[in-house]
Each structure stands twice: as C-alpha cells, then as structure tokens.
C-alpha cells in the first residue's frame, strides 16, 4: 500500500511525540490533549508506554501532528 499522502508515513511515535513537546511543551500539549501523563510528571517514556496501549490517545497526538505539519 502506498502512503504517498500520509505525512506521517515512516514517522515513529517517538518522534511524533518529541516534535510535539519540543513545539508546544508539556503544559500546552496537556492542554489540547488533556490526559494523565502530560498532567502528572511527564516524560517522554511514559507517555509513549500509554500511547502504544490507548489508541484514541494515539489518535488525538497523531492528529494534532498532522495538524501543526501542514
């Protein structure tokens, strides 16, 4: 399957997840996607243990990706 339209196509979560933290910080990012482990002590590691279990999670971080890529 091609995924010539999809930016985010050989993008890992890792990454994903660092740019958006790296764009917006930890409060910002918590404040559009309000979830514990952008709240509570967060860290790279435990945010991307929750994400890979909880797929609308993975789901809101992906979205708001695409969004700040376009």
């Not at 890792?14 to 404040?31: S, Y």
């Not at 790279?44 to 609308?56: D, E, G, N, Q, V």
Request: contains cysteine.
């Amino acid at each position: 399957m091609t995924q010539i339209n999809n930016p985010q196509h050989g993008i890992t979560l890792e990454n994903i997840l660092t740019d958006l933290v790296d764009h917006f910080g930890w409060p910002e990012l918590a404040r559009r996607i309000p979830i514990q482990c952008f709240t509570t002590d967060p860290s790279i590691k435990s945010s991307l243990k929750f994400l890979r279990r909880t797929p609308w999670a993975r789901s809101k971080v992906e979205e708001l990706d695409a969004r700040m890529r376009r």
